[in-house]
């Protein structure tokens, strides 16, 4: 199975990175699942010139820049489409003010194409996109509960079982 890991990157404190890099191991190790990180992947189908470039071209070039981003939005969207059995997305308190980015976007498209959406937050419902939260099958208050729901609906020895019956 493949996860892709979704949430805030360009405005983010670490660029999205840490809290993707705790969870991966668990989800290759305990559950035997690929891990798709957009955070990870600055490449994805770009160019050399454009990965050296796009981000100073947002101020310099807005035009080159929008070509650029959308490669990477027609990038991850056709991975989550067509790849990714799950996603995940994990959602701090204050994302929406520093900007939410494609992440509605991704959880739209799976929504849409029926692709299972987990999202965790801390955030109060209330201070969560409500698009989000409907996009949103399952929503944890933490990482842990999060692993605890996907060790019980994913563990190797229950996908076993499944596919005897």
């Known amino acids: 199975m493949l996860v892709y890991l979704c949430g805030p990157i360009e405005f983010a404190s670490d660029g999205g990175k840490l809290w993707r890099r705790k969870l991966a191991p668990f989800l290759r190790d305990e559950l035997g699942h690929r891990v798709y990180d957009p955070a990870e992947d600055e490449k994805k189908n770009l160019t050399e010139e454009e990965m050296a470039h796009f981000r100073e071209w947002k101020s ?47 959880l739209t498209v799976a929504f849409r194409k029926g692709i299972p959406v987990y999202l965790v937050t801390e955030a109060l419902p209330e201070q969560v996109s409500g698009w989000m939260l409907a996009c949103a099958d399952h929503v944890f208050r933490s ?9 019980d609906r994913y563990a190797r020895e229950r996908q076993t079982q499944l596919w005897k019956t």
């Open 60 to 106: 310099a070039d807005l035009d080159r820049f929008r070509r650029v981003v959308r490669k990477i939005i027609h990038y991850d969207l056709d991975l989550i489409e067509n790849k990714a059995d799950y996603l995940i997305c994990y959602w701090e308190a204050g994302a929406a003010a520093s900007g939410s980015g494609g992440t509605p976007a991704e």
């Open 143 to 151: 990482v842990e509960e999060l692993k605890r729901f996907l060790l």
